[in-house]
């Protein structure tokens, strides 16, 4: 008791230090364990929301009061990460994450219920992702349950910043990052794990408006064989090109064609895209190229139980001209109705408003993700 005593009072005297002190490594006495087995400790505020105007959230950084990190060493095992105050971080400058792009991320989400609740959104599916992106660039990973762990601490931690029902939700934004040092092209000698949050409003700063994409044809998002199907680092900078073209040009988004053929879509640059004709929802397959969305896999499932025919196929850009109606999926957008797609100078138009496909399926999403919908399918977990 006296050890975790003089560890509390290290860690709130940090906290009065200047940034430039905060360091990677600090506060290692104040672990996630203790966390969980000491009592509300003092640096907690007892504030039952942050001072957020949350009619005017939008979706930018916004830090809530807390981030967790975690560190292994090359083919060791993660183990007990910490909580500590959001700040910067240090990397050496050979850091395998800023050389070689060694780094992942993932997204996910905490939502406050009308009874006061804090949910989180299948958060082991977002764990399982991360570990086969780890594989695939030869780093190591936390197990599930630490990740599951780790972003249940982070909630808690954070509850605050939760915003109130039907004002948005706490995005958590965990990385894994290849931080040890390295020259010669390798895998990094040390990997740190950790997740910040920020309470968001909608990702598209249109609102909940219907989005208009432009279909790329110069740029693509993916190859086969490449790296595509996980959420590397490196796979978002580089469509940024072509998003700050569309944008200039008054679109919301870029959707991407296959990058063999250029006649197959595959996906818009941060959410994955499904077309509707009749009682028939299609998606593009996941072959390697497209990202598994969490997002994208609960929309199916929703789409089923609602009596929806659902395939995942490839899917010819031609298509697009007799589709009844086009939505996107992902954690930061949800379900983003599509209004329009403009393809060689030619717009098409879909349908909108009440009784949409797209508006059904999320409606049960996100009452399922609110707790308003009786959450069947196990993918809620309450902090």
Sequence with gaps: MIQRSACLRSLIQSFRAPPSLFQLGAYNCYTAQANSSLQKPSIYSDDEYADVDWDNLGFGINPADYM???????????????????RNIELSPSAGVLNYGQGLYESTKAYKTKDGRVLLFRPDQHAFRLKMGAERLCMSSPSVDQFVNAVKEIAQANKRWVPPPGKGSLYMRPLLMGSGPVLGLAPAPEYTFLIFASPVGNYFKEGTAPLNLYIEEEFVRATPGGAGGVKTIGNYAPVLKAITR????????????????????????????????????????????????????SIMDIARDHGYQVEERAIPVDELVDADEVFCTGTAVVVGPVGSITYQNRRIEYKMGPGSVSGKLYSTLVGIQTGLIEDKKGWTIEI
């Design 246 to 297: 569309a944008k200039s040009r008054g679109f919301t988004d870029v959707l991407y064609l296959d990058s063999v053929n250029r006649k197959y879509l595959e996906e818009v640059s941060s959410c994955n895209i499904f077309i509707v004709k009749g009682n028939v929802i299609s998606t593009p397959a996941t072959n390697g190229t497209i990202l598994e969305g969490v997002t994208r896999k």
């Design 68 to 86: 967790y990190t975690m560190k292994c060493s090359k083919d060791e095992n993660f183990e007990q990460g910490q909580l500590s105050r959001y």
